[in-house]
């Protein structure tokens, strides 16, 4: 006998109580299948029981927004869904984008939400050890730029988004801005010129939109300072010549520009929703050569321009800090920048390591020749430890072994040589006799 559609109903006399709880006399048991018998009271809507001829199904609450439909009768996981630009990462697995078999109902139709939030996209600084010389003019202009930027909500100015520090190469715009980063415990999001060009139209634009949202959310969610960071913007954006302007160029000047006049209001290619708004994000650029960019782009009120040229005691102060664990006194330091004048921040650091070669080259041959380098560096066991190097010509001063000058003077004088082979030399000139000057 079959009780697939059987459906009993039992009528019983009204009991001789007034409790309010004794109230049998409507209540029906039906009978569906074996397995599913369910029980529902009389002057119910269904809300609370099965799915059984047109009822309304079980609520995950009743003060739940989840399944409030729109007028398209689609629900908040639905329009969640559709504001987002990534159907398997960024909203998780939603329904009527891939298979329901993949989606699944104990933990919800959205279990990996936050998916993007465990990744780790800023840049920490513990590689910056030792104590380095910040020039006070650079840190002031850094430090206010940030701390404007973040009050901008409560002053009554209109304040640029965007610092731009342009200077001769390699005069330590990146490094400088990287320490003031660690000092004030700013965790940055850093974007290179690499990447501000795509084989695919549009995606730099989105992914400078992307980064800036990042930088946010740490602001939000981790309750630190952040700033969006792009070093050589004019390697990527710049004008040089004949060079073309892409697709991808455009857009990302559009896309910066329109940064700067609505650092509340990013889209990364979802829906807009009017609450979807993000924190100020402070934007930091440098460069070499500003006048090869777009002019709206670097007009006042879209950013602050800040020429760094460092200045002989800058010089000596941060070459002074490099030199220190070396014994080279600030006396030494000052004799050596008088004696390679006109040279970038980089030079003395080049200098420095310069007089490191002979002592490398002496290990190589120790550990048995550039044959055996391979398993010495790569293949060793993580307890062994690579030696500390010292310069090949040290002097001993209580007790320990320092640089000599001449060691110094002559890696400078190497560098000075290589400077001018390459400026007089120009070898392209015998390949392609057939340009002019």
Known sequence: MALANISLRFKFPPLQSSSPSSTFNNTSISLRKPSSISCSKGGDDGGKGAVDGGAKPRKLSEQSSWEVKDSEGKDYLYRLGAESDNVNIAVGARAGMIDDVFIGDFLGKDSDIVFDYRQKATRSFEHLQGDYYIAPTFMDKVAVHIVKNYLASSLNIKIPLILGIWGGKGQGKTFQTELIFKTMGVEPVIMSAGELESDRAGEPGKLIRDRYRTASQVIQNQGKMSVLMI?????????????????????????????????????????????????????????????????????????????????????????????????????????????????????????????????????????????????????????QEIPKFIPPEVLFHNGCEQQTMEALLESGYSLINEQQLINETKLSKEYMKNIDD
């Open 231 to 383: 070093n050589d913007i004019d390697a990527g954006l710049g004008r040089f010549g004949e060079t073309q302007m892409t697709v991808n160029n455009q857009i990302v000047v559009g896309t910066l520009m329109n940064l700067a006049d609505n650092p509340t209001r990013v889209s990364i290619g979802q829906d807009w929703r009017e609450a979807d708004t993000v924190n100020r994000v402070p934007l930091i650029v440098t460069g070499n050569d500003f006048s090869k960019l777009y002019a709206p782009l670097i007009r006042e009120g879209r950013m602050e321009k800040f020429y760094w040229q460092p200045t002989r005691e800058d010089i000596v102060n941060i070459v002074s800090r490099m030199y220190e664990k070396d014994g080279i006194s600030r006396k030494e330091v000052v004799s050596i920048v008088d004696k390679f004048p006109n040279q970038a921040l980089d030079f003395y650091g080049a200098l420095r390591s310069r007089t490191y070669d002979r002592s490398i080259l002496k290990w190589v041959d120790e550990v048995g020749g550039i044959e055996a380098l391979e398993k010495t560096l790569l293949r060793r066991k993580k307890t």
